[in-house]
């Protein structure tokens, strides 16, 4: 190539630049093990030397191995940011940076403590938040308040969960049901479904029906088994969790419901509202789906009945796939959408 051919090579790529800057730099991930670790360290290098590079970036996502404060991200200004993922670790402290602040979209592990809880709703302009609550300690639940009065804009929550029955849960909903447009609660493999309040299924399902606007609630996830259970049961006499998804399909506004095992019955296909539209389950590799008959009888009678039904999914492991020809086929009959998730379910042990 000759002086002329780089020329114009040079000038493509300056022509370039902006658009693959953009691009590049929209969605940055830091891994910070310690220190942080070299590639992590060259790109923070970058952002401080090159101050337009820092307000093209719109997701940062970081996986730590302890908690940090990360001075450097304040290198970000305010409202620049528009998701935020911190996984790993927790740090109260990170969450109060101004470039944190304004995101639309919280991500984190943790917290573990009421403080640090109360640091995620203190976020004005949060849209959705996403909360790993495996850590927490159910005995820290006594007299927690969560106070989100600042998170006005709030209207998605994701909550994963060791068992069903944590009262954070509801702390957190007694706060927030009415503003929620959506509530995602997701269960560790093979969750204990006991229940250790006695109200709580009761206090859930009312702050459920509190929610004017919460059209979407899922339950996913595959908890402990019937028969792991049992097995348990005899050693620790526990008692297992009343079905109460029954009763949050009676919410006016809900037209997307996910059910996991153990917390529904027949009941809710013979009830099921007009408003609903939408319905999935989460089937483990030892139980059938005890309610085949009940959900074949609710499709079959949908354009009967005015029902608003449009779409059935299932979660559960590949080779469970012909347990649901026969709903497929009723589906296809009546109108109905029919989607089937392969998943990898976890190993049940007693």
């Known amino acids: 190539m000759g002086p002329v051919e780089y020329a114009a090579a040079a000038l493509v790529a300056r022509r370039w630049t902006p658009t693959a800057q953009k691009a590049l730099y929209r969605s ?18 970058t952002l401080k030397r090159h101050p337009h590079l820092r307000g093209l970036v719109r997701q940062i996502s970081i996986h730590a191995s302890t908690p940090q404060e990360l001075d450097w991200m304040d290198l970000f200004p305010e409202n620049s940011l528009q998701n935020f993922t911190y996984s790993g670790a927790f740090s109260p402290a990170l969450i109060q ?8 979209h919280l991500t984190t592990h943790g917290p573990m403590d ?87 299924a ?55 419901l996910g059910c996991i095992g153990g917390l529904y019955t027949e009941e809710l296909f013979r009830t099921l509202p007009h408003t609903v539209k939408a319905l999935e389950f989460y089937v483990d590799e030892e139980t059938l789906f005890g309610c085949e008959g009940a959900l074949l009888d609710l499709l079959g009678r949908i354009k009967e009945d005015g029902l608003s039904l449009r779409r059935v999914s299932f979660f559960a492991a590949k080779e469970r796939r012909t347990w649901f020809e026969a709903i497929e086929a009723v589906c296809k009959e009546n109108g109905v959408e029919f989607v089937f998730f392969p998943v990898v379910t976890p190993l049940q042990l007693p």
């Not at 940055?28 to 290098?45: N, W």
């Open 202 to 256: 009761e206090d859930f399902v009312g702050h459920v029906h509190r929610g004017a606007n919460l059209s979407r609630v899922v339950f996913s996830g595959f908890p402990e088994s019937h028969a792991a259970f049992s097995v348990r049961n005899m050693a620790e006499q526990t008692q297992r969790v009343q079905p109460f998804l029954n009763g949050i399909a009676q919410q006016s506004a809900l037209d997307h």
């Open 28 to 45: 940055i991930t830091f891994q910070v093990y310690g220190d942080l670790e070299s590639p992590g360290q060259q790109l923070v290098e």
């Open 97 to 104: 940076k101004d470039a944190i602040r304004t995101v639309s």
């Open 114 to 200: 009421a403080a640090g809880l109360q640091a995620c709703f203190e976020l004005p302009l949060m849209e959705t938040l996403e909360l790993d609550l495996t850590d927490w300690d159910p005995r820290m639940a006594s007299g927690v308040t969560v106070d989100a009065s600042r998170a006005r804009n709030l209207k998605h929550l994701y909550i994963h969960i060791q068992c069903i029955c944590q009262p954070i849960v509801n702390a957190m909903l007694a706060g927030l049901a009415h503003q929620l447009r959506s509530l995602h609660i997701h269960v560790s493999p093979c969750a204990k479904l006991d229940s250790t309040e006695g109200n709580w």
